[in-house]
């Protein structure tokens, strides 16, 4: 038994020794995850990026990276939803009537740098935002969109109407810490309050910047020109700016629904030429481009092509309150025009879809996605593609125009967009064929988009800002209601392209938005119908074709709806994921 014990305690000491030889295999730490970053091409450089501020036709592809709003779309099982963002819950009708609302401020509501929104926050966005001194760019539709804050328009036009309106009578109030109330001056209901506030232009301002990016009198701002002079609230912070370059973004962990944020941080290269965008893309240096009409013809019938549908079309605009171009307030020759354009031959040269009405194929009527376009066309009353196109009528119009203003040659010009490639196909193409049908001489002036929208908007102050111009309305307002779409044509808008101020109009829009009317999408429909109509008929303007986009996304890119939106969150880049 001794020797038993003895030999199991040798056994046990040399497997102790043995074990203590080993070397621990220790495990490797699992290597940190590649930062998610999204890259991919925008066409032209942003002018600010502050939407308020902003005046560029593509500067919303850099703020709604940035901007955090109250409201706004959200994706939900893959759909586009309208959600509240900073605000805590939907607007509360206050009185029953649809005129008084209340929005609650979330408490986690906070900037970039972490200090809390409130509504003071707001109240002095609000004051700043229509500052009668400053008239910022984007002032209109924050008054007046898919709701009209009472009092509003006045306050703000106000140096320039001579009638004083005091900031107390303004439809926005605070109400406690937490809470502002908005009074509006039509009936409405809560979801178009929230979309009101959804835009990118009502995204709150942080107070001790915006005042020290102030001039001294007051008249003028530098906020948002540079990442130092903003301060955000949305799903991106702007790191880097280099205008006409780069803008990259990195994640803003302080955004309140961060927990959506999938991407690290997104890159937009600012590159001009489309065919060098495609070929970035093929090479796999960016993750999503645009198409244009040379890169479809080699692109066709590649599964990867998304297209989806413009606001409005691209059209001709007037200048009607010319002081010496008198020919352009003549209804003859606005028609002359209309029936002298070959609207299917431009339109696969631009590779766009050939139209004759004033309003696109984005504006929905109801969430399950009708375009007011199908609607229209199938009630028939524009003329279609072929009977737009008539020269022997667009000879005699002109004739008969040129005889009434005692002309008997004419020279016009035409102010076009450089950055935009379109604008150089349809100014060569109108320049060549009014030529031909008219023997009209059609001068090309042609610079940056964002200058010449400028002057051409500048004719309230100087008349003569422009002739003719190549325009298109991308006015997200009207996503969601036909009338809406057309304010940009009452005296309601202050941004107009034009004098139009015609009475039918104004008659038509004011009864839509009657409280009668204000929530009757049926008679929205039909009202717009009759303004639409009557711009065609009299040749308010001369729409050329209705705008499509064409894109491709990357396989490794997981878009938040699968593709491209329309419910206005487009291709939600700031929702997007990467797969790896």
Request: charged share 20%.
């Amino acid at each position: 038994m001794k020797r038993f014990l003895a030999l199991l305690l040798a056994m046990v000491m040399i497997l102790s020794l043995a074990a203590c030889g080993e070397k621990k295999t220790e495990t490797a730490p699992e290597p940190a995850p590649e930062p998610k970053v999204l890259t991919y091409s925008v066409y032209t450089a942003a002018s600010n990026g502050s939407a308020l501020i902003a005046t560029g036709g593509t500067d919303g592809l850099l703020t709604e990276m940035i901007a955090g709003t109250l409201y706004g779309y959200l994706p939900v099982n893959g759909k586009a939803i309208m959600s509240p963002i900073l605000a805590d819950g939907e607007p509360v009708d206050v009185n029953g009537d649809g005129k008084t609302w209340n929005i609650k401020i979330s408490p986690d509501a906070k900037f970039s740098n972490g200090e809390p929104i409130t509504a003071d926050t707001f109240m002095y966005t609000f004051k700043m935002a229509l500052d009668p001194k400053l008239v910022l760019p984007k002032v209109s539709s924050l008054c007046s969109n898919h709701v009209t804050i009472k009092n509003a328009t006045a306050y703000y036009t106000q140096a320039s109407t001579g009638t004083p309106v005091a900031w107390e009578d303004v439809g926005f109030k605070k109400v406690d810490d937490m809470t502002i109330q908005v009074e509006v001056t039509n009936k409405t209901n809560a979801i178009k309050m929230m979309r009101q506030f959804a835009q990118a232009g009502y995204a709150p301002l942080y107070e001790p910047l915006f005042e020290e990016c102030l001039s001294a009198d007051k008249a003028s701002t530098t906020y948002g020109s540079a990442p130092e002079r903003l301060m955000t609230a949305g799903p991106f912070n702007l790191t880097n700016w280099v205008v006409g370059n780069v803008r990259e973004f990195e994640k803003n962990e302080n955004f309140i629904r961060a927990d959506l944020v999938k991407l690290d941080k997104v890159v937009q290269l600012v590159v001009g030429d489309i065919n060098t965008r495609v070929q970035m893309f093929e090479k796999g240096e960016t993750m999503y481009t645009d198409l244009g009409v040379d890169a479809l013809a080699n692109y066709g019938d590649d599964p990867r092509v998304i297209k989806y549908p413009g606001r409005n079309p691209f059209q001709i605009e007037f200048n009607t309150g010319h002081t010496t171009t008198r020919i352009l307030a003549n209804e003859n020759f606005r028609k002359a025009l209309y029936y002298s354009v070959n609207r299917a031959e431009l339109a696969a040269n631009c590779g766009h879809d050939p139209g004759t009405g004033v309003i696109g194929y984005k504006r929905l009527i109801d969430e399950q996605g009708t375009t007011f376009r199908e609607v229209a066309d199938a009630a028939g009353y524009l003329p279609t593609v072929e009977e737009a196109y008539n020269p022997e009528l667009a000879k005699q119009l002109y004739d008969q125009a040129m005889k009434e203003e005692g002309l008997t040659s004419l020279t016009l010009t035409l102010r076009c967009a450089s950055d935009e490639h379109e604008h150089q196909l349809i100014s060569e193409y109108l320049q060549e064929k009014w030529k031909e049908m008219f023997d009209l001489n059609l001068v090309i002036e042609s610079e940056p988009g964002a200058q010449m929208r400028a002057k051409v908007k500048n004719w309230k102050n100087n008349p003569d800002s422009y002739e003719i111009a190549i325009m298109f309305w991308d006015y997200g307002a009207g996503d969601f209601d036909p009338i809406t779409s057309l304010i940009v044509y009452t005296t309601n808008y202050n941004n107009r392209n034009a004098p139009y101020g015609y009475e039918y109009i104004e008659e038509k829009y004011n009864e839509a938005v009657s409280d009668e009317y204000a929530l009757d999408m049926n008679k929205h429909v039909e009202l717009a119908m009759d303004i639409e109509k009557y711009m065609v008929d009299h040749a308010i303007l001369v729409p050329l074709m209705y705008k499509q986009y064409y894109g491709m996304v990357a396989d490794n890119v997981i878009l938040p709806y699968g593709g491209y939106s329309l419910m206005g969150s487009g291709w939600g880049f700031m929702w997007a994921d990467i797969a790896q």
